[in-house]
């Protein structure tokens, strides 16, 4: 909206049609909310577990609470559970249509050899990159 001669004009803005869930959700946002559904049942997956116990080693700090600790693939040092995430070496990718949910799926849902423990500060470096060379890549294909 901006004012002009005492006129009012608003801006036409340009709206994605809402497809899906009985034109309540666009097509991003039912694919988020699919692959947040599928990254939700994930966790449950036993090699994750069996990720976590190979990188768990008892703790013997002075915090009477904390039972174990986890050993960060990356920088080596130990951190407690809630400091730490179980990573999928090779990305399981984006969700964006329903072409990509096998790969998606297949990726999502790994063995323990695609898996690694690494604490949240390594775990992000490792996201911040493949999100800039998904975009970089994703740039040099709409050229």
């Not at 986890?70 to 130990?78: F, H, I, T």
């Not at 849902?109 to 975009?135: A, M, P, S, Y």
């Amino acid at each position: 909206m901006y004012i002009c001669n005492k006129t009012i004009h608003m801006a036409k803005r340009k709206t994605t049609p809402k497809t899906r869930n009985s034109g309540t959700m666009t097509e991003s946002a039912f694919w988020s909310f699919i692959r947040s559904a599928l990254r939700q049942k994930s966790r449950w997956w036993k090699p994750i577990t069996e990720c976590k116990a190979k990188a768990k080693r008892p703790y013997k700090g002075p915090l009477k609470r904390q039972k174990f600790e986890y050993q960060c693939n990356q920088c080596k040092g130990w951190f407690p559970d809630k400091k730490i995430n179980v990573d999928h070496i090779v990305p399981a990718g984006t969700l964006t249509c329903g072409g990509d949910l096998p790969g998606f799926v297949e990726r999502l849902f790994c063995e323990v050899d695609n898996l690694q423990v690494l604490c949240e500060l390594c775990h992000d470096i490792k996201t911040q990159n493949e999100n800039g060379r998904r975009k970089r890549s994703s740039k040099n294909l709409d050229k």
